[in-house]
């Protein structure tokens, strides 16, 4: 192999948790990867250690300029115990993308690649089995500099940690439900010119407002409208966003706005395969209401690594709501999860080469 880490086993492995009560983003395994990189030596040291708590200085440039990034993977088992990643090679692109513009140093997509694998490897037994589960898989990096001062630092530090989780949303578990969506049409997410395209923590950190305003109306998440005429409609939370009117589903466009969702681009590829109309233009929340008010607004949902497609039941815009499908699973929405899932388990073969095996 090109790369190597070595491995510091867990002296205290912890119990597994209940996979059938799993929650997301709550539970962590044994091990974690760490790796620094320092100006003139590069990307260096990487290994697998205990998972713990980390040592940091008051002063690193992460906690008060917040130069930092991550991504968002999957590691899925089937039903003879392998475990598969999903499209990993987009993630390793869009790291380097994400790292481009807030100025952290390059990443050889290969040395991420081995990284992702060594690590879940380690901790394969983690990986749950049963339906709507999976191991999540959060490779970020941080800038710790101890240093004040408005500058790209010299120093990082890349981790991997891994989360075995149920459900994105708990009305999901154990079938696919649909969402209560709340329309933000006063505060923005992101601008052109902005870090709207890469995955960045300073992105959400500014959603939490407009989450506590959707929680006030008992909605699941936010529909963001664009920057400028708040008109536009652009991601739903962490997620992109689909809706289909008539025979055509509409998606905004990658404009530097919005995030380039692997699973969007997952979504796309496979409605092009099926010979759905689909079309990645700008549309006004003005004529998704219009279609819903008329019953043309046959399906609408998101779609991302943490719940994969997410079916919207209803829009809540300008203190109204909307019902979508009459807040049944779609047709479309049902099938696009079907097939995305039955790849990331093992259960329908993979035609496009989007699967990779770690044991």
Known sequence: MKYEFPVTKNPNPKPKP???????????????????YDKGQGWHDGKIVPYGDI???????????????????????????RVLLFRPDMNAK????????????EMDEELFLAAVKATV???????????????????????????LGVKAAKHYRFMIILCPSGPYYAANRGKLSTTRIF??????????????????????????????????VDCNDV???????????????????????????????????ILPGITRDSVITLLKEWGVPVSERKIAIDDIIDAAKKGTLKEAFASG?????????LLHYLGEEYTINDRKVGEISQKLYDTITGYQTGKLEDTHNWIVRVV
């Open 18 to 36: 209940d996979p059938n009560t799993l929650t997301f983003g709550a539970t962590f395994t044994d091990h974690m990867f760490t790796m620094d």
């Open 55 to 81: 040592r940091i200085s008051p002063a690193a440039s992460v906690l008060h300029y917040a130069q930092m990034m991550f991504e968002g993977m999957k590691a899925y088992k089937t039903e003879d115990g």
């Open 121 to 147: 490897k380690v901790d394969a037994d983690w990986v749950p089995s049963e339906p709507f589960t999976s191991l999540y898989i959060r490779p970020f990096i941080i800038a710790d500099d101890p240093a």
């Open 183 to 216: 329309v933000e049409d006063e505060y923005i997410r992101a601008a052109h010119g902005g870090t709207g395209f890469a995955k960045v923590g300073g992105n959400y950190a500014g959603s939490l407002r407009a989450s506590d305003k959707a929680k006030e």
């Open 305 to 313: 690594t943490a719940a994969v497609i997410s079916p919207m039941g």
């Open 223 to 257: 529909l963001w409208l664009d920057a400028m005429e708040h008109k536009y409609v652009e991601e739903v939370g962490s997620s992109n966003a689909f809706f289909m009117i008539g025979d055509e589903i509409v998606t905004a466009p990658l404009a530097g706005t």
């Open 94 to 105: 869009r790291l380097n993308r994400t790292n481009e513009r807030i100025c952290i140093p």
